[in-house]
């Protein structure tokens, strides 16, 4: 009941192609959903998060989208970079995590963005 | 965000030794937390970090092989004892400000056992 399912496993994607990273969750308690973003050799960099009140959050050009009902969320990347090349992680946590903070994260997907 | 350095970047270990981990924080942190992520894998929290008591521990790691001190708000150490080759990993740090505060992480160590 604790996982966050996450898929693809790898996606490439043309330059200024929207790569869309799909999570999905079990546990009704999460209330709290970001994304990571991590390059090779760095820890993960938080990139957008969102709360199960809202259906969709835009920050530049990553946007998040939220399926209540489904307990699913997603990313999209619109007008993707060849520095958009990253391993992606989604995460969520709740208050039955034990700590608001303990995040459960997704498996990962390695986008590549070709040039 | 708080600005997270951890000590050392990278290590080659022989089996049988232990390594400690630095975590040092620019600002005073409510929540500090130790993660490891194997290779090409996704990030499993091994425990967190209570200052001034013992850390808690998630199901599969115990005190004895991964022990951690957080004397202040700011400083956390784990270390890996008696290393094997299956706990090459990257262990990496992170802290959040408050409960409700988002979680950055440090840029790990990258641990090889021999």
């Known amino acids: 009941q604790q996982q966050v399912k996450q898929s693809p496993q790898s996606l490439i994607v043309q330059k200024g192609g929207i790569p869309i990273i799909n999570c999905a969750y079990e546990?009704?308690?999460?209330?709290?959903f970001p994304w990571y973003q991590q390059f090779p050799g760095k820890g993960p960099a938080l990139l957008i998060a969102?709360?199960?009140?809202?259906s969709e959050k835009k920050e530049g050009r990553f946007t998040i989208s939220f399926n209540k009902s489904a307990k699913q969320f997603s990313l999209h990347i619109m007008d993707s970079q060849p520095g958009d090349s990253a391993t992606y992680f989604c995460?969520?946590?709740?208050?039955?995590?034990?700590?608001?903070?303990?995040?459960?994260f997704g498996s990962g997907t390695q986008l590549t963005v070709l040039p | 965000s708080a600005v997270i350095s951890q000590k050392p970047s990278r290590d080659i270990c022989q089996r049988g030794t232990s390594l400690t981990i630095q975590c040092q924080v620019d600002?005073?942190?409510?929540?500090m937390f130790w993660y490891r992520q194997q290779p090409g894998q996704s990030l499993t929290l091994i425990a967190t970090?209570?200052?001034?008591?013992?850390?808690?521990?998630e199901s599969g790691f115990v005190i004895d092989k991964f022990p951690i001190s957080r004397p202040n708000l700011t400083f956390s150490t784990l270390t890996v004892s008696n290393m094997s080759p299956e706990d090459s990993s990257i262990y990496l740090c992170?802290?959040?400000?408050?409960?409700?505060?988002?979680?950055?992480f440090g840029n790990g160590t990258r641990l090889t056992v021999t």
């Open positions: 995460a969520a946590s709740g208050a039955l995590s034990g700590s608001a903070r303990q995040l459960t």
């Open positions: 546990n009704t308690a999460f209330d709290y």
């Open positions: 970090a209570n200052q001034g008591s013992e850390a808690t521990y």
């Open positions: 969102i709360r199960p009140d809202v």
């Open positions: 992170s802290v959040a400000t408050g409960s409700r505060s988002p979680l950055h």
């Open positions: 600002s005073q942190v409510t929540m």
